[in-house]
Nanobody, 121 residues
């Protein structure tokens, strides 16, 4: 059974930093893309960043230069280092796994339960 478990969310002030982690289990993910999405209240879930097993990365324009995705293939874990956080980064952050790079929610077959990130002004 595939399972994705996120951790590392919390409350932080504007300009602060957080590091999210997502541990995947249940099978080998060595050829998959691992991604982060986020969903703010009343909004649709949106792509944040993704990385593949060769550490090729893709980011949403809104987070470039502030958020960094990385992954540890041996540990089946993906991270999201979040710096210079803004109130508009407040959302539930979800980890996802898919077969190809995509910004579309439906292209990812496995999802975590989400972790809340709140950035106070």
């Amino acid at each position: 059974q595939v399972q994705l478990v996120e951790s590392g969310g919390g409350l932080v002030q504007t300009g602060g930093s957080l590091r999210l982690s997502c541990a995947a289990s249940g099978r080998t993910f060595s050829r998959d893309w691992m991604a982060w999405f986020r969903q703010a209240p009343g909004e649709e879930r949106k792509f944040v960043a993704a990385a593949n097993w060769m550490h090729i990365r893709s980011y949403a324009d809104s987070v470039k230069g502030r958020l960094t995705i990385s992954r540890d293939n041996a540990m089946n874990t993906v991270y999201l280092q979040m710096n210079s956080l803004k109130p508009e980064d407040t959302a539930v952050y979800y980890c996802a796994v898919g077969l190809r790079l995509s910004t579309v929610v439906a292209d990812y077959g496995y999802w975590g339960q989400g972790t809340q990130v709140t950035v106070s002004a």
